[in-house]
Nanobody
Framework: QVQPVQSGGGLVQAGGSLRLSCAAS????????MDWFRQAPGKERDLVAG????????YYAESVKGRFTASRDNAENTVYLQMNSLKPEDTAVYSC????????????WGQGTQVTVSS
């Protein structure tokens, strides 16, 4: 079982940038599609971005398209979420999650990391 461990996040002013990392222990992360979710207080958890096992395909929610970039370095067993032009509405707890390609259920989740964007 892959065990994702997140790093990054923190407090940034609007318009700034942050990069989240999700490093895997256990199995190789290259076996999994990796998705990024976020959950703001009082709201449901939303899928914001994803990257396929090979890195060849990515997905972005409309709210982050053009600002966020999901990528991966399978040699380093790590996936990334680069977040640029951050807005206060991006404030949330962000989590990475691993999914077997072609399946819909997630096999493991990162611990979550807080991103706070001040206006």
């Amino acid at each position: 079982q892959v065990q994702p461990v997140q790093s990054g996040g923190g407090l940034v002013q609007a318009g700034g940038s942050l990069r989240l990392s999700c490093a895997a222990s256990g199995r190789r992360i290259s076996n999994y599609d990796m998705d990024w979710f976020r959950q703001a207080p009082g709201k449901e958890r939303d899928l914001v971005a994803g990257v396929s096992w090979s890195g060849g395909r990515t997905y972005y929610a409309e709210s982050v398209k053009g600002r966020f970039t999901a990528s991966r370095d399978n040699a380093e067993n790590t996936v990334y979420l680069q977040m640029n032009s951050l807005k206060p509405e991006d404030t949330a707890v962000y989590s990475c999650a691993a999914r077997v390609p072609g399946r819909t259920e997630y096999v493991s989740w990162g611990q979550g990391t807080q991103v706070t964007v001040s206006s």
